[in-house]
């Protein structure tokens, strides 16, 4: 009798999501995020890498979005350190949506161009991690590490990148 395969609900969606969203299938390091979550938010990376936030960004997408049974999408913080979100992060935020939005009007399908839109304007990029009150229900990480002086509860959500990374990370298309 074969072994049942566990899958694991959210990492599909996340995948369905990145293909739909990024274009072809996850590199190793996104899919052990997608997999990871939601025990995991972030990698515990200062690595300005265009593939690593992609996931990131996927991440908050698919968390931004309605589950089944609920009437609203939620809000969700996407939080880089300030050197980072003054700068790259806003400008890869930029080049992703036009990116993504990009792919989506060539599948001329309007439904789905206003859904993306409506998980992005969910997204709310900040940097003052000190200044939440506690943990928020919805966030992802990125540009922090393990070592960085953050909440314990972003710390304990970092995973670590792979060595593979540099070489096996590239930006999709």
Partial sequence: MPKAVIVNESADQCCRLHRLLIGG???????RLYEA????LGFSSKQSSTPLFEAVLVLALH???KKTGEKNFHKVYFLAPANLAESWVVA?????????????????????????GT????????SQVFSLPNEPDYWVAFGF?????????????????????????????
């Fill in 119 to 126: 998980l992005f304007h969910q997204v709310m990029l900040g």
């Fill in 145 to 173: 590490t393990r070592s960085d002086p953050v909440p314990e509860w972003l710390r304990n959500k970092l995973m670590d990148t792979g060595a593979e990374t540099d070489q096996d990370l590239h930006p999709g298309v």
């Fill in 63 to 65: 968390q931004a979005g």
């Fill in 92 to 116: 890869e935020f930029k080049t992703a949506a036009k990116r993504i939005f990009g792919r989506l009007k060539t599948g001329k399908s309007v439904e789905a161009v206003k859904h993306v």
């Fill in 37 to 40: 979550f939601p025990s995991v």
């Fill in 25 to 31: 299938e996850p590199h190793t390091e996104q899919m």
